[in-house]
């Protein structure tokens, strides 16, 4: 209704624009009323609506609050704008200036006049009305991009990599982006902090509180060591400024990345959950109050320990509160049986995005962002036995790892790098050299760790007073290369009787001065020796 | 950078096979949708040019035994241009430049006379 009220104001500015000489012309006395609302229960609303031509206000049979605002005005004839059944403007005449009443040809003019500038005026008004409505549709879409670019500035550009550990995330926003957080904290000693939170609300306002609280996350994390004091300091600082009926879930902890312990506190977030390395899997409990709710709260602090190959699972409301088209809830069991019974490190990301499509079908539109993050504790090669013949003149440059998957031999090529500037080797030997060390990293990944990613190629680099060792570890895992394999023959693969593949020993053991194989139950390791050019310590 | 093979027909049916990127074994597709497209061109003699190829491990050299195995089941000459003194010397211990002539300049292989490098 109020939609008609505002038509009806759009027909007299139409009437307004009309010129004087016209008002002359028609003969009659000039009007000037102010706006006139006809209320939704007017009856001069149904009464003009049905009239069917020019209505004369004196023999209007009822009294309405705009009749009589009419005739205050002065106005004697209302000629109603009718569009498709619907009154969407009056034309309003005053008395004739001859003082007499308007004739039947009049009348049958103005209806005329009436029935060709209703449609007209119609279209007119649905091209303003849809005017408007793309504006606010451009405006809310702004809206949406500009909450994205906050949200997307303020998540993590890249994961921290640090040695023997895998660090997965995915942030996948809905349609209407919420205040899903996470972050890293590269702390002292080895230790990284984590955190994932979710602001209770959508939107810009959403972004900005979510962007304020990471900063102050960020800064408290750095300077406190508890996972149960930073949070109590982030609460005290946002929550003097945060909105009314906002705040801010999160879980906050430290990952000792020697020990493999996470220590961590709960501002009302979800449970952090550890996916065993030989399945199953615990949720593990620490409470507190979400941030910004009140201040001078405390937190409590737990710890879990990851053994090799366990996976720290961290994830935002979005995902166990998913629902499918029945109403049900994926639910919080379903999640923790999931990280039990899923693969680790990354791919527990994927099997559970896998097994939420399989829950809410596929043309499920995401009710909140999905915020997951997965922490690996990798599985290294046991440590070398030690070297009965160490010579005193070895020292260990660098030691890396790599985790296992096709191409990842230039990841190791990568780290390499470094110190083939500073070493005592021709041109040649460089290339030799670079050539050995990825068809190594290939068989270990390949053939030691079966492409496993959490299973890690270790790289290890030593000088000595006259050669390079490179040192290269599986976890002695598939099939073994052997030193004494017989070389490849060409012939016999270019008539078919051997597979083309095969080249892999063959080059290393051509491309080094010397190769030397060690092996235990559960690491391999190839030796590749590089002879120096000076002789005496070249690096 | 991702591995590419482009075939171009020069005269008399010498095919080019322009490579780039890293040749190792996610360069099989690529590579033998190549091959294929060059084979049913009906090519009478078969150019690789590595010049742009700054990577090649033992599954890059899998995949061109492949080529040469197909090549001299058909007995159609293959010939290289392009390499680094390097990956010349791992054609040269593999003995895959005993079935695969090595030239200095594309043109010189697409003619298939002018003086070996070896």
């Known amino acids: 209704m109020a939609g008609r009220m505002r038509r009806w104001r759009d027909a007299r500015q139409e009437r307004r624009r009309r010129p004087d000489a016209d008002d002359q012309d028609a003969g009659t006395t000039r009007i000037d009323t102010a706006p006139v609302d006809i209320a939704p229960d007017d009856p001069a609303l149904v009464h003009f609506q049905n009239a069917g031509g020019p209505v004369d206000l004196d023999a209007i049979g009822f009294e309405s609050p705009s009749v009589r605002t009419l005739r205050a005005a002065g106005v004697k004839l209302v000629v109603p704008l009718v569009a498709q059944g619907e009154l969407i403007g009056l034309v309003n005449l005053g008395p004739r200036l001859s003082e007499q009443d308007y004739t039947s040809d009049d009348r049958k003019l103005l209806a005329s006049l009436a029935g060709q500038a209703a449609p007209a005026l119609r279209v007119a008004q649905l091209i303003r009305q849809q005017e408007t409505e793309a504006v606010e549709r451009e405006r809310i879409a702004q809206e949406l991009r500009v909450a994205t670019l906050i949200q997307q500035h303020f998540l993590p550009q890249q994961l921290p990599q640090p040695d023997d550990w895998q660090v997965a995330a995915l942030y996948r926003p809905a349609r209407e982006v919420g205040g899903d957080f996470y972050d890293f904290v590269e702390l002292s000693d080895n230790r990284l902090g984590v955190f994932v939170g979710d602001v209770t609300d959508k939107g810009v306002p959403a972004a900005l509180v979510m962007a304020s609280t990471r900063a102050v996350l960020r800064a408290a994390a750095q300077r406190l060591v508890d996972p149960g004091s930073v949070l109590g300091r982030v609460n005290d600082e946002v929550q003097p400024d945060m909105p009314d009926k906002m705040f801010v879930t999160c879980l906050y902890g430290v990952l000792d990345l020697d020990r493999g312990t996470f220590r961590f506190a709960n501002a009302g977030h979800n449970l952090p959950c550890v996916g065993f390395d030989g399945g199953g899997s615990r949720e593990s409990k620490a409470t507190g109050m979400p941030l910004g709710m009140m201040a001078g709260m405390t937190y409590e602090e737990a710890e879990v320990t990851l053994d090799p190959g366990d996976t720290l699972f961290l994830y935002s409301d979005a995902l166990p509160e998913a629902h499918n088209p029945a109403g049900a809830m994926y639910g919080f069991p379903r999640l923790v049986e999931q990280v039990g019974a899923g693969p680790a490190g990354a791919g527990l990301i994927d099997h559970l995005m896998a097994d939420l499509e399989d829950f809410t079908g596929s043309d499920w539109e995401q009710e909140d962002d999905i915020t997951v993050v997965a922490i690996q504790r990798a599985t290294v090669a046991a440590p070398m036995p030690t070297d009965p013949d160490t010579p005193s003149g070895r020292r260990l440059l660098k030691r890396f790892t790599v985790p296992s998957g096709p191409g990842n031999e230039r990841l190791a090529l990568q780290a390499l790098e470094e110190f083939l500037d500073e070493v005592d080797m021709d041109e040649v030997q460089v290339q030799r050299l670079r050539t050995a060390v990825a068809e190594a990293t290939m068989n270990a990944m390949e053939h030691g760790n079966d492409n496993r990613p959490e299973l890690l190629v270790e790289v290890e680099v030593f000088a000595e007073p006259a050669a390079l060792l490179v040192r290269i570890s599986d976890t002695g895992l598939g099939d073994q290369v052997t030193a004494d394999m017989p070389a490849p023959d060409i012939e016999a693969k270019l008539r078919g009787e051997q597979s083309p593949r095969g080249w892999g020993l063959f080059l290393i053991q051509e491309m080094v001065d010397d190769m030397k194989v060690y092996a235990t139950d559960d690491r391999h390791t190839v030796e590749l020796v590089m002879a120096l050019n000076g002789g005496s310590d070249g690096v | ?118």
């Open chain 2, 1 to 118: 950078m991702a591995f590419d093979a482009e075939v171009s027909d020069r005269n008399d049916g010498v095919a080019v096979l322009h490579l780039s990127g890293q040749l190792d074994g996610q360069a099989e597709a690529a590579m033998t949708a190549a091959h294929d497209q060059l084979l049913t061109q009906g090519a009478s003699a078969v150019v690789l040019n590595f010049a742009d190829v700054g990577y090649i491990n033992s599954s890059g050299i899998a995949l061109i035994v492949q080529i040469l195995a197909r090549a001299k089941a058909d007995d159609r000459p293959v010939r290289a241009v392009g390499l680094t003194d390097h990956y010349k010397h791992v054609f040269e211990i593999t003995r895959l430049s005993d079935f695969m002539t090595m030239y200095e300049t594309e043109g010189a292989a697409v003619k298939g006379t002018a003086t070996l490098t070896r």
